[in-house]
């Protein structure tokens, strides 16, 4: 039923704009302009359409984001740890 949700939002093509609303307040929370441009992408790439969820399709999917930004997103690691609340 999820799925079938998700298509229909797909195919109206509302469900990016909700999810970009929805992701707003996490996206404040990476305190990183480039971060916050690539994890809404990211997360659109993983519950989008498209059957491969690896970032260099995904990545082709979006065309706003390249293969290398989004990679370096996922791959970088580099989380600031000491700004957690806890």
């Keep these: ?3 079938q949700l998700l298509w229909g939002l797909a195919m109206n093509g509302d469900w990016r704009s909700e999810l970009d609303a929805w992701l707003a307040p996490f996206v404040v929370a990476l305190r990183n302009k480039t971060r916050g441009r ?3 992408a990211y997360i659109a790439g993983l519950i989008g359409p498209g059957d491969r969820k ?3 399709p995904m990545a082709a999917r979006d065309g706003d ?3 290398d930004k989004l990679h370096h997103f996922i791959g970088s690691g ?3 740890i000491a ?3 806890g």
Excluded: F, H, L, T
Aim: charged share 15%; hydrophobic share 35%; aromatic share 12%.
């Design 38 to 40: 690539m994890c809404p």
């Design 83 to 85: 700004r957690r609340s």
């Design 78 to 80: 580099v989380w600031d």
């Design 1 to 3: 039923m999820g799925s």
């Design 65 to 67: 984001v390249s293969y």
């Design 54 to 56: 690896s970032v260099q």
